[in-house]
T-cell receptor, first 110, second 114 residues
Framework: QKEVEQNSGPLSVPEGAIASLNCTYS??????FFWYRQYSGKSPELIMFIYSNGDKEDGRFTAQLNKASQYVSLLIRDSQPSDSATYLCAVYTGGFKTIFGAGTRLFVKA | GAGVSQSPSNKVTEKGKDVELRCDPISGHTALYWYRQSLGQGLEFLIYFQGNSAPDKSGLPSDRFSAERTGGSVSTLTIQRTQQEDSAVYLC????????????FGSGTRLTVV
């Protein structure tokens, strides 16, 4: 059973702080890794993807991948109340299917 | 279209009735996916279509569920003899390069079986 694990939270951070979201996956053959943001009552929205070990930065967001540890993370710098949402980690393991974690709820306090 | 369009946005049906959910993907996207999200849960893969290839139906939870994609574009997910456990948000997504660049999701259909 291929799995993607996330802490359900909620993760609460003050406005302006760095939010760190973590995800582990079970399939060592996983190829692509994604972070989606889902606001309450809305559908998921892709915010980052990463393929290679290391860091990938896009504005206030940084995705980090460590394939040896089977670990992917998302850092959100200068967190804003509008970042409050559920963040879904997703892993492509082959066979044209992407497996999603259950998500981490983030709450940014103004 | 500009985005992935799903209809209806909400559907309330009586237990035992059949329902059809529709998805119109982004024009030119060859891959189309159906996922299901129950309240407070992650996304559960249901079925995948890629171009004219045979669909991957491995995620369909029972033979009451079926899906088709006509002309490589619009897809319909059909649930026969609905049960209360079928209540969930059904999400459709499409992508241009299959998995490589992630998915664009539609706004979903919230199905409630009473």
């Amino acid at each position: 059973q291929k799995e993607v694990e996330q802490n359900s939270g909620p993760l609460s951070v003050p406005e302006g702080a760095i939010a760190s979201l973590n995800c582990t996956y079970s399939d060592r053959g996983s190829q692509s890794f994604f972070w989606y943001r889902q606001y309450s009552g809305k559908s998921p929205e892709l915010i980052m993807f990463i393929y290679s070990n290391g860091d990938k930065e896009d504005g206030r967001f940084t995705a980090q991948l460590n394939k040896a540890s089977q670990y992917v993370s998302l850092l959100i710098r200068d967190s804003q109340p509008s970042d409050s949402a559920t963040y879904l980690c997703a892993v492509y393991t082959g066979g044209f299917k992407t497996i999603f974690g259950a998500g981490t709820r983030l709450f940014v306090k103004a | 279209g500009a985005g992935v369009s799903q209809s209806p946005s909400n559907k309330v049906t009586e237990k035992g009735k059949d329902v059809e959910l529709r998805c119109d993907p982004i024009s030119g996207h060859t891959a189309l996916y159906w996922y299901r999200q129950s309240l407070g849960q992650g996304l559960e893969f249901l079925i995948y279509f890629q171009g004219n290839s045979a669909p991957d139906k491995s995620g369909l939870p029972s033979d009451r569920f079926s899906a088709e994609r006509t002309g490589g574009s619009v897809s319909t997910l059909t649930i026969q003899r609905t049960q209360q456990e079928d209540s969930a948000v059904y999400l459709c997504a499409s992508s241009e390069y299959r998995y490589n660049y992630g998915y664009t999701f539609g706004s979903g259909t919230r199905l409630t079986v009473v």
